[in-house]
């Protein structure tokens, strides 16, 4: 059985009786350091002194300080800088300042699950990982609302890891929406997954795949960016709040007939044997190997291909439509700037 917690199974004084460091200070750092302090948790930033986050966060009010300096100071330490930069800096930084009875925190469970992070055993060990973007966290906290989020105990050496990762995912607002209980493998594997195979690998291909195919047979590239990406946010909401019944209740019984005849072979067997693959690869390790190759080597082949996706015709026909589409709040950003 699922375990789901809310608001009212969490003891938000375990946080409030804690100083808590949240390393880093993008997506997610900015989400959680603002939230909890806000929830009246003692709270401070660490960073690199050269880091460009520096200054939005000591705008905000929010102590900052070196890594090492405020994961000595802290009781409780969230790690949340980029996953490929923890393992250095968990070793210069966090571990000589752990004692017995700290807790280390995560929001995703990748190092501790391929073991390039492993914490000494009188620390307590616990995950809580928020399931949208950290913006969202930060918003919807504001908004008195919450992001749901996954809650996992990797090592309880105090006996209360999870009442007081309960606590922490309270002050931040998860616990409004619901904190899922789960193992830093289980959130580590469907997170991999998830996002390779459907949320950002899968959707992306059968955006740019769908856009190629009208473009290729000589429709207007314009026609086919609305069909293949505009399109996609309005039939998404509707599963969104509805699930899947309700986008087809709400669209044609023409679309509905084509959804059900053309899906199935649009996502045939051989893309569920891929995704079989692409599971086993993240089970068996070998995908964290070669990602954390890639960025021993300097990301070389990642570099190249982010500018080649850039490129691509969907994304320049999109840019002049959204530009006039001033409602739709559009962005345009340089990838090597952090959010
Ligand atoms: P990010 O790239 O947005 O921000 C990273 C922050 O860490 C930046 O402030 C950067 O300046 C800082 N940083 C980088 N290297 C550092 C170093 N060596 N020392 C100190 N600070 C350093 O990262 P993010 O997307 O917020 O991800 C943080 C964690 O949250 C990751 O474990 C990620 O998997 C997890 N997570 C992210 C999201 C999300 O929405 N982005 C959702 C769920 C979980
Ligand atoms: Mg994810």
């Not at 409030?16 to 302090?37: C, D, E, F, P």
């Not at 070196?66 to 996953?83: F, G, S, Y």
């Not at 393992?87 to 930084?93: D, I, K, S, T």
């Amino acid at each position: 059985m699922t375990r789901i917690f809310y608001d009212r199974d969490a003891d938000l004084s375990l946080i409030r009786g804690r100083k808590v460091a949240i390393v880093g200070y993008g997506s997610q750092g900015h989400a959680h350091a603002l939230n909890l302090r806000d929830s009246g948790v003692a709270v401070k930033v660490g960073l690199r002194p050269t880091s460009k986050s520096l200054a939005r966060a000591r705008a905000a009010g929010l102590e900052v300080g070196p890594v090492a300096e405020v994961a000595a100071w802290a009781d409780v330490v969230m790690v949340l800088a980029p996953d490929t930069s923890q393992p250095a800096l968990y070793a210069e930084a966090i571990a000589p300042n752990l004692a017995a009875g700290k807790t280390l925190m995560f929001a995703h469970g990748f190092n501790i699950r391929y073991g390039t992070i492993a914490p000494r055993g009188d620390v307590d060990v616990s995950m809580v990982a928020p399931k949208g973007p950290g913006h969202r966290v930060r918003e919807t906290y504001q908004a008195g609302d919450g992001v749901p989020a996954l809650l996992a105990v990797h090592r309880d050496a105090s006996g209360g890891a999870h009442a007081l990762a309960l606590s922490y995912a309270a002050a931040i607002g998860a616990a409004r929406a619901g904190v899922l209980e789960t193992t830093f493998t289980e959130e580590t594997e469907t997170d991999l997954f998830g996002e390779q195979a459907v949320l950002c690998g899968g959707v992306s291909a059968l955006v740019k795949a769908g856009f190629e195919t009208l473009v290729e047979a000589g429709y207007q590239p314009e026609v086919a960016y609305f069909e293949c990406l505009h399109e996609l946010k309005l039939i998404v909401d509707l599963m969104y709040r509805g699930g899947l019944g309700y986008m087809r209740y709400s669209i044609s019984d023409t679309a509905e007939y084509g959804d059900y005849t053309a899906g199935p072979h649009v996502v045939d067997g051989h893309a569920r044997a891929t995704m079989k693959k692409l599971l086993a690869d993240i089970q068996n390790g070998s995908f964290a190997q070669r990602w954390i190759q890639e960025n021993a080597a300097g990301r070389p082949w990642f570099t190249a291909e982010r500018a080649r996706q850039r490129a691509h015709g969907i994304e320049t026909v999109g840019a002049a439509l959204r530009q006039m589409m001033p409602f739709l709040d559009p962005v345009t950003v340089d990838p090597e700037d952090g959010p």
